[in-house]
């Protein structure tokens, strides 16, 4: 088994098997198998790795039969939440379902959040929950919920195995949905009398994702926009971005001379220091590429869904008919159109429409270059840190984001969750590959550590860093003990500022000097994390920081940072009274 992340599109779609776990075995269909047993054994033909769980006694059969499937690699958490993240992110950097198993009840109201995420950021994911049996369904019975109501809309599909011999048919529905055209979460339950019980039934054959392709013609019509327009600029976003997907989009827009800017948290789809990418179409976002995005004449949008926060909440493209031409790419026909109607949709997956883009041929001497060079010299003006507040305490995010721009290999993975620490993060590093940036786009906290782990478990050579701030790693601050465990050895650069920053910064627009709420009250956290079995210490000052970074990397087992900063310096920009 490799736990290199798969970044060629042929191992995004065909999961390396063995022979005799790919093919169904005529023996197997003749042998009498518990339900359990037959899931484990479909997902070993879909090409499942690893499983992320809590346990619980509704899938004690599962559990059985993983105990004779040493391929598979059980990570037992310490928080269905946490689950469900490691879950998400795995199905981020693989372009693979990420899976995670959860018990009834609780422990699929825990779960929920990274269904969640994983819909917003369209990501292929399958949850299983273990149900009641079916003969108590409909009573109220102990931690009976219906899970078609509660995950239907947020979830790609939802559906319950009502029979063991079905098991392998709706699993390898669940892959196929999961995986193809737009990815996103797929929900099944599983009651316990469906998994304890004995059937006779044959395997289903892997999955194979199937997405679009464009249609003759697109081509041409794409070039025939771009070659009218004066200043054209490319938004960039979506999911599962192979390398070969990176590489033609790259392609294009260097041959073509185009300003590219990220979508939310979509950084890693283009080199940032390539000098086409003008910036990060964030919270935070710069005004000077605001400015851009409503004087450009045409908009090609590409894998992006065009939420809220890419276009600042709906105004630097107005609905339904925004003023510049729109040419949107995206892969799920259900998108293009639904808030904004483009002037040429493209139906497409990443891969195909990247390979359309870098075929077309370009114009010899683009008539929008130096609008392009202008978009990125404001771009590098405002990444670059500024000199801290001459009133400032503590630790400078800036000087620490500066730093570790200079020093982390390219292939380094940053993870987050929301607040405002994420600003910095997001404003002054620069991501050079793709699925090196694991951040949700929904906006949830806690997702930081353990997507850091998931992370780690499949690429243990590569540098992962988990930025999260005080309030963020609270959520999930137990998943420490899961990393010692599991040899997951993340570095946490814990921001600790004593507040919800985010929540304390729009308090003191609304309600100046009306603290409420907002303040937290901290535990000691080097002495958690030292509890948890990782190695920690306290940084007060930002001179400090690069040695202690240097001790983190070397300390063998997982890392935390606690850096003190300013309460007061709530961005980079802002300062509170």
Known sequence: MSDQFPLSLAALTEPAVTAAAAAPAAAAALAVRSGGRVLVDALRIHGVERVFCVPGESFLDVLDALHDQPAIDLVVCKHEGAAANMAEADGKLTGRPGICFVTRGPGATHASIGVHIAAQDSTPMILFVGQIARGHKGREAFQEVDYGAMFGGIAKWVAEIDDPARIPELVARAFQIATSGRPGPVVLSLPEDVLDGQCQCGDASRYRPVSASPRPGDAQAVAELLSQAQRPLVIAGGSNWSEAAVADFAAFVDAWDLPVACAFRRQDVLDNRDPRYIGHLSLGVSPALATRVREADLILAFGTRLGDIVTDGYTLLEPPRPRQRLIHLHADSAEIGRVYQPDLAVLSGIDQGAAMLAAMPAPASPRWSDWTAAARAEHVAFATPPAPHPQAEGVDMGAVMAHLDRVLPDDAVLSNGAGNYTVWLHRFFAYRRPRTQLAPTCGAMGYGLPAAI????????????????????????????????????????????????????????????????????????????????????????????????????????????????????????????
């Open 454 to 577: 998931a992370a780690k478990l499949r690429a243990p050579e590569r540098t992962v860093i988990c930025f999260a701030g005080d309030g963020c790693f609270l959520m999930y601050p137990q998943e420490l003990a899961t990393a010692a465990a599991a040899g997951a050895n993340v570095i946490v650069v814990l921001v600790n500022n004593g507040m919800y920053g985010t929540i304390r910064m729009h308090q003191e627009k609304r309600y100046p000097g009306r603290v409420s709420g907002t303040a937290i009250a901290n535990p000691d956290f080097v002495a958690m994390a030292q509890a948890c079995g990782a190695w920690a210490e306290r940084i007060d000052s930002s001179a400090a920081f690069a040695a202690a970074f240097e001790r983190a990397l070397a300390a063998g087992r997982p890392a935390v940072l606690e850096l003190r900063t300013d309460p007061r310096q709530i961005t980079p920009a802002m300062r509170l009274p």
